[in-house]
């Protein structure tokens, strides 16, 4: 069932196009939920490929940009990872992007309610991918990578990977948290304002966005993740927040109101 079509939707049918979820309905899609499934699954290895034999770089060499050299392999002493033949820093990326695809298989298979439709899991599969991509080929220029000295970890990767980690658990706790306030039938009706959720109302996309710029600033250093990090904070702050705030003043009426009160950061505790 479409954003559109859903009865149990409130808002108004401006928001509901604007709103990549359709709030309230619980219609199940097994075939969207599979094919998110496999997609996200397989991306990893799409950056192995790139990060491991530089698959898509002729087209930079053509247009006469430098990447890295492969750098020495790690020797972490487990086979698995040994033969994957990577430098410590490119596993390290090749790493984030394996945690985002279980992250968010987890996400679509254990914790969300909602709808997937084919389509739609396809689109996410080819946002996260370009994503993805945009930090493992920054990090592959030389004109933009962060890895420009001879030690590591370097600054860029110590402090993107310190948002990855914090961003990616932030969001997976606070919709565990979530979804086993949900799943009680005591609480139909409610909003969950608990657990991580008291620090900021959107607790989830802030955690999103922290990981996200993280995840570029490992690859493209400083700038890149800024770049990455503004542009999902304003989308979630002009687009996501606001649709969804609609959604909730009219489910849950003086209870969200009250909720807005206690907890006046929307994104990002004591930031935003």
């Known amino acids: 069932m479409s954003a559109e079509g859903n009865t149990q939707d409130p808002r108004s049918e401006a928001s509901k196009k604007r709103d990549l979820i359709a709030r309230g309905d619980h219609t199940p899609t097994p075939a969207g939920k599979v094919t998110f499934f496999i997609l996200r699954g397989l991306e ?30 790690s020797h972490t002493g487990i086979a698995l990872i040994d033969g994957l033949g990577l430098s410590p820093y490119r596993l390290v990326l090749l790493g984030m992007s394996i945690g985002a695809a279980v ?14 439709p084919v ?26 990578s962060a890895s420009t000295r001879s030690n590591f970890p370097q600054p860029a990767l110590i402090i993107g990977s310190s948002l990855y980690v914090v961003g990616i658990l932030t969001e997976l706790m606070a919709e565990i948290q979530r979804k086993r306030f949900k799943s009680d039938p005591r609480n139909k009706g409610k909003a969950y304002t608990g657990g991580l959720w008291q620090f900021a109302r959107h607790i989830n996309y802030g955690g999103y966005t922290l990981w996200r710029a993280g ?58």
């Open 103 to 116: 992250k968010q298989n987890i996400w679509v298979s254990a914790l969300s309610g909602e709808p997937m």
């Open 119 to 144: 389509g739609g899991a396809v689109a996410v599969g080819a946002f996260n991918a370009f994503f993805n991509s945009v930090s493992t080929y920054a990090f592959l220029l030389t004109a933009t």
């Open 44 to 73: 990893p290895f799409l950056q192995y490929s790139t990060l491991a034999h530089g698959l898509g770089t002729s087209a930079f060499h053509r247009l006469g940009l430098r990447t890295l050299p492969p750098g020495p392999p």
């Open 215 to 272: 995840y570029a600033m490992a690859g493209g250093g400083f700038m890149l993740g800024a770049v990455v990090g503004a542009f999902f904070l304003t989308d979630f702050a002009a687009r996501a927040v606001p649709i969804l705030n609609e959604y909730c003043e009219i489910r849950y009426g003086a209870a969200w109101e009250k909720f807005k009160r206690d907890t006046p950061y929307r994104l990002i505790p004591y930031v935003y």
